[in-house]
């Protein structure tokens, strides 16, 4: 078979939906199995094992994103299916979650709005341009929303959906080393710092280790997503008022 001819049957493989459908699906599930193998350590979580071998075959095959995602749309779609799912847990520490209603409100609007002001400072501080700031703004945000959120505002959500990722993967790789080293024990204040930080990934993360801990994770997450909504239009009318972008 000539050259040409396997650079046409691969330029007919690389727009079909389904290729990169599947290469995503098998690449997670032998990041899965490898994640297990290696005793569940944090180094190798399946979902940054899987984007490093995702992204190395995109600049290897010269892939752009756009095709990339038009083939894994499914799987974009999921993740708000998925993100409702994360209730089951919750309701079964519903109990607990209403004892505790107060300091997990305070704490909750504290988390939200540094998460979205330490993103400010920092990307203002290093000069970045305003679609930039407004594309790292919604980073502790669950995927769905934070792309929702940055392109209302004007923001590039390919890039809001790399730094969503990259927060989760490096939230879930440091959290429990960090509670550990500050000797944080209560079950529900790790879920909340995990669900303010580490979104979805974190939450995934958390209900592997202890379903009460996941729960508080998964309302930390859904409740730093509606706060985020809410607080955004505040950070970007004052961002722009200080002339900072």
């Not at 499914?74 to 209603?101: E, N």
């Amino acid at each position: 078979m000539s050259p040409s001819s396997i650079s046409s049957i691969w330029s007919a493989l690389q727009t079909s939906p389904l290729l990169w459908l599947t290469i995503t699906l098998v690449v997670y599930i032998i990041s899965v199995k490898l994640y297990q193998r290696l005793r569940q350590n944090p180094l190798v979580l399946p979902v940054f094992t899987s984007v490093c071998v995702i992204v190395s075959l995109l600049l290897i095959t010269k892939t752009d994103y756009e095709t990339y995602f038009s083939g894994v749309q499914l799987l974009h779609f999921l993740v708000g299916p998925a993100t409702v799912g994360l209730a089951i847990p919750l309701y079964h520490q519903l109990p607990k979650l209403v004892a505790l209603w107060r300091p997990l409100s305070i704490s909750l609007i504290i988390g939200a709005l540094t998460g979205l002001l330490s993103s400010a400072l920092l990307t203002v501080s290093l000069g970045a341009s305003p679609e930039l700031i407004i594309s790292l703004l919604p980073k502790s945000t669950t995927m769905p929303i934070a792309m929702a959120i940055s392109e209302h505002f004007g923001g590039n959500p390919s890039l809001t959906a790399v730094s969503v990722a990259l927060t989760g993967i490096i939230g879930s790789v440091i959290a429990l080393p960090v509670f550990y080293l500050l000797r944080i024990d209560e079950p529900a204040a790790r879920g909340v710092a995990m669900g303010v930080s580490a979104h979805a990934i974190g939450t995934a993360r958390l209900i592997q280790v202890d379903e009460g801990m996941g729960a508080f994770s998964a309302l930390a997450m859904s409740v730093t997503g509606v706060l985020t909504a809410l607080f955004m239009p505040f950070i970007v009318q004052a961002l722009a008022a200080l002339q900072w972008f």
